[in-house]
Every structure is written in structure tokens, then in C-alpha cells.
């Protein structure tokens, strides 16, 4: 049951979707939500949007909506990057 103002059940999917004529942008990133057209594929999170800088974190947090890419971090500067980054935990 959605019980906030501005959502809408989904019931198929069981979970609280935004309206579409009132909150297409939920989170306020500036990316309307995949469930009302956009490509914002977390629409409850304002740090995870398409083409937001992807960073290595031990979260293992998508920020850019690509599961495909991972932060890129070069702690000790040898010019590769971290393994952590590339095989999160």
C-alpha cells in the first residue's frame, strides 16, 4: 500500500511508483524515472542517475544506473587501477 502522497501502486512489481502527472522526478537529480518514461533507474536515490561519475567505494554503490562500470581509483599511483574497483566486494 502506498501510503506517501505523490506515488502510485505498482502492483505487479508490489512497490510505490511516482505519479507521473505530479512527481516525475522523485529524487530531484534532474532525471525523470524509467516508470514514467526517463532513464533515471533509481528515482528514490538523487546520487544515482545516468551519467553521474561512477566511484570505487566499498558500498559498491552504482552512481551512473551501469552495472557494467566501476569507479576508478589509484591509491598507491602506479598507474593502475585499484583491484578492489574492479572486483567489488
Known sequence: MCVASGLTCDEAADECEPACDTIPDSDGDG?????????????????????????????????????????????????YVDAYCAFPR
Open 31 to 79: 532525471h525523470v524515472s524509467i516508470s514514467c518514461g526517463g532513464d533515471d533507474c533509481d528515482d528514490g536515490d538523487p546520487n544515482r542517475y545516468p551519467g553521474n561519475t561512477e566511484v570505487c567505494d566499498a558500498r559498491g554503490h552504482d552512481e551512473d544506473c551501469d552495472l557494467n562500470t566501476f569507479g576508478n581509483r589509484d591509491s598507491d599511483n602506479d598507474g
